[in-house]
């Protein structure tokens, strides 16, 4: 029998040794400051992916993080979103690194990821694109280098260092984004000679490496790596005019705008140019809409439904208002149609893996019944809509109309580029929108920001002002919304018709201010706490912008507030 009482308590020698707690219940000792890497080497000696990092108390930890005490360790490998990240920032540095080596005259600036396949797209400049042959000695060294397990070292440097590491290498953006940094210590890292800055932490050794290539393409290249799903396996490139024809667009307009990259954002924010820099950004926008408004008045007649689809929290609902002014501009009065009216009745919905109900899927609609209905307002016939009731799960009547030839139907939906809606209705006369904030301004010519970073920074802002969710709440149901993006959306972007990128060069200075209180609100013990850590990480390189600057009829004021387009009525109703 275990004594207990005072009779159990005894004086004790400070521990040397911290004990560490798998996921699967095991439990190693090993001595203090132990690298977590080292103590998860011997657990799996052979594990059937490399780990990237580790959570250490519900802290993110690189694997050369020491330990301090007794902890709950979790290995993160790159099958998860942040175990992925650290994959790919890593991977980026080891081809800086083979580049420099074999090209030092070629400046290398990762541009956007790929839109078809798990991939950076870069371009070089300095001299002419890399050739395929060309790349596969760079990939060549690059697997050497992995093959050799080369130490990417974490070295503590102050800003001054840092700011004269990249200015001696003639990256002034990299020292302008320093410049606006609060902190006056950062970390760089080192791979053989090359020493960097990366947002982010890194892999302990390039050996973890092991998945990637290199693809020519006629501007620049791609550094393709494995999807977070399938992380052995590199997808083919396939070709997407219509959305690198946006990407080449957003780079000529951040060219008009004389703003490249987060550091000279921050000059001009600084600067007093926030409203000049709207003022375009939004005139730029407004081009946009209206040469897609134009280009559906020419087809006057012909076209009878405009289709918008786009992922979570790019802006669909003022776009479609403002698309809507467009077209009354020419002389046609949209209609809307909410898919959303056609669900199934709740009991008939088709349940996900997790055994919840798919409002995403295809089959959680009334395809049969939206084309009819469809067909019957292109034809101008007497139709009675329906109204899906959220509450109860039941559609119920809704209103009824008829259209007249002046009228285009629109739909705004996440499956309005799936080429099974409305098969039935001859090509023509259907238009098909993609919308999305499909590029960001990067922080430097290494470090880009994801545009679904960007997205979720919006749809916290708007949740919690229009929904009342916490950051938690949204960070929580993130991961879903992703996977319903890529099964969904993605992989119909190029049967869009019309592609309007709604992305602001300056949002993200406008959203901190926003967004930070929110995410401060998470709370440690939350599973939410280290992604909103690494928002909040990624915030502090923009300097605040207040909103001043911002149109109130700008896609912005989707999720800050203050829309005029949010209380206005602008689809004229249709007679009974």
């Not at 997407?240 to 946006?246: C, E, R």
């Not at 081009?287 to 979570?312: H, Y």
Request: glycine letters at 6%; aromatic letters at 8%.
């Amino acid at each position: 029998m275990i004594e207990k009482g005072a009779g159990a308590i005894a004086r004790a020698e400070p521990r040397t040794t911290a004990q560490v707690r798998l996921p699967d219940g095991r439990i190693f000792e090993a001595p203090i400051d132990t690298r977590v890497g080292d103590v998860l080497k011997a657990a799996w000696p052979s594990p059937a992916r490399p780990f990237m990092a580790a959570l250490v108390g519900g802290r993110l930890r690189e694997l050369t993080f020491p330990l301090a005490g007794d902890a709950e360790v979790t290995p993160l490998d790159a099958s998860t979103s942040d175990g992925v990240r650290i994959y790919r920032r890593s991977l980026s540095f080891l081809m800086l690194v083979a580049i420099e080596e074999l090209h030092p005259d070629a400046e290398i600036f990762i541009e956007h990821s790929a839109a078809t396949a798990a991939g950076y797209y870069c371009e070089v400049r300095g001299r002419r694109p890399f050739a395929q042959d060309e790349l596969r000695r760079i990939e060549a060294r690059m697997r050497e280098i992995v093959a050799e397990d080369a130490p990417i070292l974490r070295e503590r440097v102050s800003r001054e260092e840092a700011m004269a590491v990249y200015r001696s290498r003639g990256e002034t953006d990299k020292a302008q984004l320093l410049a606006h940094r609060g902190r006056e210590r950062l970390v760089l890292y080192r791979l053989h000679d090359r020493r960097d800055y990366f947002q982010g932490y890194m892999a302990p050794s390039s050996g973890c490496l092991t998945h990637f290539a290199l693809h020519a393409l006629p501007a620049g290249f791609m550094l393709q790596f494995p999807h977070q799903g399938r992380p052995h396996d590199i997808a083919p490139v396939k070709p997407y005019p219509k959305l690198f024809a946006v990407f080449e667009q957003a780079s000529d307009w951040l060219d008009r705008l004389g703003i490249r990259c987060a550091g000279a954002l921050n000059d001009a924010t600084a600067g007093g140019r926030l409203s000049e820099i709207s003022l375009v950004a939004e005139a730029l926008h407004e081009a946009g809409l209206a040469e897609i408004a134009g280009r559906i008045a020419r087809s006057r007649g012909r076209v009878r439904v405009v289709f918008i689809a786009g992922p979570s929290a790019s802006g669909k609902t003022i776009f479609s208002k403002r698309l809507a002014v467009q077209l009354l501009a020419n002389g046609i009065r949209p209609m809307p149609l909410a898919l959303d009216d056609y669900f199934v009745d709740r009991d008939r919905t088709p349940r996900d893996a997790k055994g919840e109900y798919d409002y995403e899927s295809l089959g959680a609609l009334d395809l049969d019944l939206f084309e009819a209905q469809l067909r019957s307002l292109i034809d101008g016939r007497r139709t009675d809509l329906p109204r899906y009731d959220f509450l109860t799960g039941l559609r119920e009547a809704g209103q009824t109309v008829t259209l007249g030839p002046e009228h285009v139907v629109i739909v705004e939906g996440i499956h309005g580029l799936n080429p099974v809606l409305a098969q039935g209705l001859a090509p023509e006369s259907v238009f098909r929108v993609y919308v999305s904030a499909l590029t960001q301004l990067n922080l430097d010519r290494h470090n880009r920001v994801s545009t679904s970073d960007c997205r979720l920074l919006r749809r916290i802002v708007r949740d919690s002002a229009t929904r009342g969710y916490s950051a938690s709440d949204t960070l929580h149901r993130w991961e879903s919304v992703l996977r319903g993006e890529k099964r969904h959306i993605f992989p119909f972007q190029e049967n869009a018709d019309a592609i309007f990128n709604s992305a602001l060069v300056h949002e993200l200075a406008v959203l901190r201010p926003f967004a930070e209180p929110l995410l401060l609100q998470v709370r440690p013990e939350e599973p939410e706490y280290v992604e909103s850590n690494r928002l909040l990480s990624f915030l502090m390189w923009f300097r605040s912008a207040p909103p001043d600057h911002v149109p109130d009829n700008s896609i912005l004021r989707e999720f800050i507030g203050g829309s005029i387009l949010s209380t206005l009525r602008l689809w004229p109703d249709a007679p009974a």
